[in-house]
């Protein structure tokens, strides 16, 4: 039985450079991006506008770091 390989990539910048990509590569079939609550709206990681990004292109999206724990210095 022969499998489908999917073309993808790993991205870690800001939302204006994955539109370039996804415009540049419309190969590409998901991009794989960092997602978690701790950095949905963090603005050096961006994770919501760069998934609204990919799915703007209708990219499906595979996520990294679901459970991102927070740093040890944190305190309640």
Known sequence: MLQKMLLGFSFHSTPEELEEIL???LEMEFVQLQINYADWEN?????????EMARKYGKPVVIMEPVRSLPTTYKN
């Open 23 to 25: 415009q540049k590569h």
């Open 43 to 51: 603005p050096a990681i961006q994770s919501k506008a760069c998934y």
